[in-house]
């Protein structure tokens, strides 16, 4: 069974950083997407950051420039690097992976979520 677990969340002042990592269980992601999301209460979840297996980056509007995503496939890791941090961007934040095209298993993969909280 796959597994994603996250880690590094937590609570910061606004235009603070938090660095948030994915350790995932099994060397096969190194052929996924992965990505970040978050959601908060009474909202749906929402893409932040993704990278593809090659390494191309996609960011939310909301966070590009302020927030970047890298993979090391050789540690089966993905990490959110996140800076000028502000209120809005409280939630909890999920990893995610998303399989490439044509593979049998069709399905994402998801972590447990790590909250962060961003609050004077």
């Known amino acids: 069974q796959v597994q994603l677990v996250e880690s590094g969340g937590g609570s910061v002042q606004p235009g603070g950083s938090l660095r948030l990592s994915c350790q995932a269980s099994d060397s096969i992601l190194r052929i996924y997407a992965m990505g970040w999301y978050r959601q908060v209460p009474g909202k749906q979840r929402e893409l932040v950051a993704s990278?593809?297996?090659?390494?191309?980056?996609n960011y939310a509007d909301f966070v590009r420039g302020r927030f970047t995503i890298s993979r090391d496939n050789a540690e089966n890791m993905v990490v959110l690097q996140m800076s000028s941090l502000r209120p809005e961007d409280t939630a909890v934040y999920y990893c995610?992976?998303?399989?490439?095209?044509?593979?049998?298993?069709?399905?994402?993969?998801w972590g447990q979520g790590t909250q962060v909280t961003v609050s004077s």
């Open positions: 995610n992976a998303h399989p490439p095209v044509g593979w049998p298993r069709q399905y994402d993969y």
């Open positions: 990278v593809s297996s090659e390494g191309t980056t």
